[in-house]
């Protein structure tokens, strides 16, 4: 794992946002959550894993960059996800949404391993330098990997515009970008997410249900994304007995 910045101390900014971009996305779809056109599916989502095979060039591509942060149980399983979401959205440039939630978190293999916890899961993490840097890393890395298996410069700059900002920068800028952001929180509420999650803001599986259910469920864009997480975080407080173990 290299590492590409040199700061150790931590710094706080607010991400720069593109307020024509927000607005036009808020004026799309002036409901919100946004309500889905097409099949909505709450089962449990390893009844629905992605089988499709087109993108496993991608992973191939960037399988060491799946080792980093536990990328390689995140990033598939909010590929599922994604996919869901793109069934109940079947308006939605799927091969975009698929593409760009499989590479989004891959930067953060490229940063500072040590600041991945300590910055990136503190007070205010939204805000920390170093999630900014696991975006920008995320975009170069998008930007080599794709164009070698054939993928267009407008197709490679629309899921390089999904990953930056897709953790610091709290408003949308298209359908694509809020099914990606939907199925980046998704995961959290499936019981692993819920074991892996926990233990990066050091919370009890009980303490981070209770998160996911107080911020989290609020932040989710669609409708769809809402009726999966409250699915997901039923079935995953039952089978760790959050009630008891408090
Ligand atoms: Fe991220
Ligand atoms: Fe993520």
């Known amino acids: 794992m290299s590492n590409l ?37 709450t089962s449990p989502i390893s009844t629905s894993p992605s089988v499709a095979t087109d993108l496993d060039p991608i992973w191939r591509a960037v399988e060491p960059e799946t080792r980093a942060r536990c990328n390689d149980v995140h990033l598939p399983i909010s590929l599922a996800f994604a996919e869901r979401l793109c069934d109940a959205h079947p308006e939605a440039d799927r091969r975009t949404v698929r ?19 300590s910055e990136g899961f503190g ?23 794709l164009p070698p298996l054939g993928y267009d410069p407008a197709f490679v700059n629309a899921v390089c515009a999904i990953i ?60 769809a994304g809402v009726a999966m997480a409250r699915a997901e975080l039923e079935r995953s407080r039952a089978l760790l007995k959050t009630t008891v173990l408090r």
């Open 5 to 41: 910045t040199s700061s150790t101390s931590a710094t706080r900014r607010d991400a720069i946002v593109d307020a024509r971009a927000a607005e036009a996305f808020v004026r799309a779809y002036p409901v919100q959550p946004i309500p889905a056109a097409g099949t909505l599916d």
């Open 99 to 117: 593409v760009a939630i499989l590479l989004h978190d891959t930067g953060w293999a490229r940063v500072d391993e040590s600041r991945i916890i």
């Open 123 to 145: 007070p205010d993490w939204r805000r920390s330098e170093i999630r900014f840097e696991h975006e920008r890393q995320g975009c170069l890395i998008a930007a080599e990997v």
């Open 164 to 223: 930056e900002g897709h953790d610091t920068r709290m408003v949308a800028y298209s359908l694509e970008d809020a099914l990606v952001r939907d199925a980046d929180r998704l995961w959290r509420f499936n019981h692993t997410g819920v074991a892996i999650s926990s233990t990066w803001f050091s919370l009890t599986p009980a303490q981070y249900t209770d998160r996911l259910e107080a911020d989290v469920l609020p932040e989710l864009l669609s409708s």
